[in-house]
């Protein structure tokens, strides 16, 4: 597993799981791909997930050499994926962008926002209606106006169907895997565990970005063409667009690495900056001014990766004489990363005393508890973030779980099943939310369920050689008719088994 550079997290993470099905959850992947044998192929176990989730998609380097020859010393440095999931974050940015999504005619709920832990300052689409975006961007934007800008934009190639066609199948797969491998996964921002990890042959980003994500000039020209006319139509001004392309500059000698990935993915020219100006000119909303929850919304988000991805920096940043949310908020996500629990839970409980009715605020009151190995009062907050989150919960379901079965305490499996089984209904689902409702099912001592979960959780994994033994065990134990029996059944076709074992 990939932690932050510099962490003890890795070692953490892969401590051993006191859950009864560990050894037949984690066992080592023995695949191939493409064709080309991999040598030691990557395993990562989970004990604790992170509330900023850190998922690793882990390029293989003969699947590189396969399809592109030996990869340059670049490429390997920069070959893995970390995706940061984040109930609070996506709950934002998504009620932001709406609007935008309505009046290009998409479905709100069908569209993905992934953030990627990367400094760069990027954002794409790939794999259909999923828009990626880079820590560096969100943390670059001076306004969110400038955040809805590029959403516009990203939205823009959605809806022309930009995905660039010659590599539409590689990338469809890339995505199909790396969305199964637990982007929903649930948890609580961890102090010193890595969280949640996948482990799996994937490609790697600088391949995915420079190589076929990448779009021509006519394409971005139309994309923002698009995108100015979805802002316009919700009544949002079309500045921060121009602002921000105006920031990253044509030939600016200033430009530095962090900037070059737009510029690789998204062709620069001063024709786009030029015609973005114009529009803003003509435009009824270029005066138009976002409210200043959504502004204050965006400074929490930010204070929040802050803290957790540069816990010093942060604390640096965020002054102590600071008493805005949005800087004790970061302090708060330093302390606790930092295990600083002294220093954190004032800052947690003050937190939650201005803002009473916030979800996500007793979500982070769970995972401090949580995660400083009290999981009997991480019950009670995380509890009333269900409650008040309603159908945007998926996530702190998980961790309302997570907290009950951490207890092994048989009478509140019954508790966590029905959280897991809500959340796995939603975009929660991923690899470790099927491995508690594993853990759960053997509080219960029900073998067969422990196997029908168990191979839901390898095939998240992408472990099919698990995934398919599972499902016929599970087959093999569960009542013939059952929704377990049916859902096994459908995984051992997924997994290549046709035929019907052996009762």
Known sequence: ????????????????????????????????CAGVRCSKPEVVTVRKPSRLVSVVAIMSV?????????????????????????????????????????????????????????????????????????????????????????????????????????????DNAFLASLLGMGLGIAGGLASRNAGAGAAGVMLGQHLAERNYLSFSRTQEASADQAGLSFLEQSGISAKGMETF?????????????RDAGYRLTHPLTRERIDAVKAFVARSRYSNAQ??????????????????????????????????????????????FRQGDVKQATPLVDGLIADEPKNPYLYEMK??????????????????????????????IRVSLAHALLEQHDPRLADEALKNLQIASKGKAQSAFLWRLTAQAWSMKKNDGMVAYATAEEALARGDMPMAKAQAERAERMLPAGSPGWLRAQDIRGQTGGADKPER
């Not at 001076?142 to 959605?158: F, M, S």
């Not at 995660?371 to 995380?382: L, M, N, S």
């Open 366 to 395: 769970g995972d401090l508890m949580l995660q400083t190995g009290r999981a009997p009062d991480a019950v009670a907050p995380y509890r009333k973030a269900v409650e008040m989150a309603g159908s945007d919960a998926g996530t």
């Open 1 to 32: 597993m990939l932690t932050q550079p510099g962490s003890s997290d890795a070692a953490m993470a892969t401590a051993p799981n006191r859950c009864q099905i560990c050894k037949r959850v984690c066992r080592g992947l023995r695949r191939s």
């Open 245 to 257: 392309l105006e920031k990253l500059g044509v030939n600016d000698p200033l430009m530095n690495d």
């Open 290 to 335: 976002l409210p200043s929850a959504t502004e204050a919304d965006l400074r929490r988000v930010q204070a929040k990766l802050y803290g957790y991805l540069d816990p010093r920096g942060a604390l640096v940043r965020y002054k102590v004489n600071d008493p805005s949310p949005a800087a004790r908020y970061g302090r708060a996500y330093a302390y």
């Open 62 to 170: 003969c699947l590189m050499s396969l399809v592109w020859g030996a990869p340059p010393a670049s490429a390997q440095r920069r070959s893995e994926m970390q995706i940061l999931s984040d109930a609070e974050t996506d709950h934002i940015i998504r009620k932001m962008a709406r609007p935008i999504f309505q009046a290009a005619g998409i479905d709100p709920d069908s569209v993905q926002i992934l953030l990627i832990n990367d400094p760069t300052v990027n954002a794409f689409v790939a794999g259909g209606q999923n828009i990626f975006i880079h820590t560096g961007l969100l943390l670059d934007v001076d306004n969110a106006d400038q955040l809805l800008g590029v959403i516009a934009h990203e939205t823009g190639h959605i809806s022309g169907g930009h995905l660039v066609r010659g590599a539409e199948a590689m």
